[in-house]
Nanobody, 124 residues
Framework: QVQLVESGGGLVQAGGSLRLSCAAS????????MGWFRQAPGKEREFVAA????????YYADSVKGRFTISRDKAKNTVYLQMNSLKPEDTAVYYC?????????????????WGQGTQVTVSS
């Protein structure tokens, strides 16, 4: 069982930065691939970024590539999403997710555990 708690969301102006954190419980955190997804009002949940269990491989949605960076700290059982050059269209609830496996995964249905989400609002 893995429990995930996101933090770090908030209100920021366009062009600004935020860093989201996802703290995971469970002793086998290092065996889980992690992902970040987001859901804007009236839209489906969409993939943002993923990282494999070692942290050596990452994958990004085209819409955030070059602006967002996913990373993980195994000692702290935490995954981060550094978001730079934020745009109003990045406004959404951001969720972290965990899947037992060695690769990275981009489909929400592949993930086993989800956090409660954290709101990110980017003003123009």
């Amino acid at each position: 069982q893995v429990q995930l708690v996101e933090s770090g969301g908030g209100l920021v102006q366009a062009g600004g930065s935020l860093r989201l954190s996802c703290a995971a419980s469970g002793r086998t955190f290092s065996r889980y691939a992690m992902g970040w997804f987001r859901q804007a009002p009236g839209k489906e949940r969409e993939f943002v970024a993923a990282i494999n269990w070692s942290g050596g491989s990452t994958y990004y949605a085209d819409s955030v590539k070059g602006r967002f960076t996913i990373s993980r700290d195994k000692a702290k059982n935490t995954v981060y999403l550094q978001m730079n050059s934020l745009k109003p269209e990045d406004t959404a609830v951001y969720y972290c997710a965990a899947k037992y496996g060695s690769s990275w995964y981009i489909k929400s249905r592949e993930y086993d555990y989800w956090g409660q989400g954290t709101q990110v609002t980017v003003s123009s």
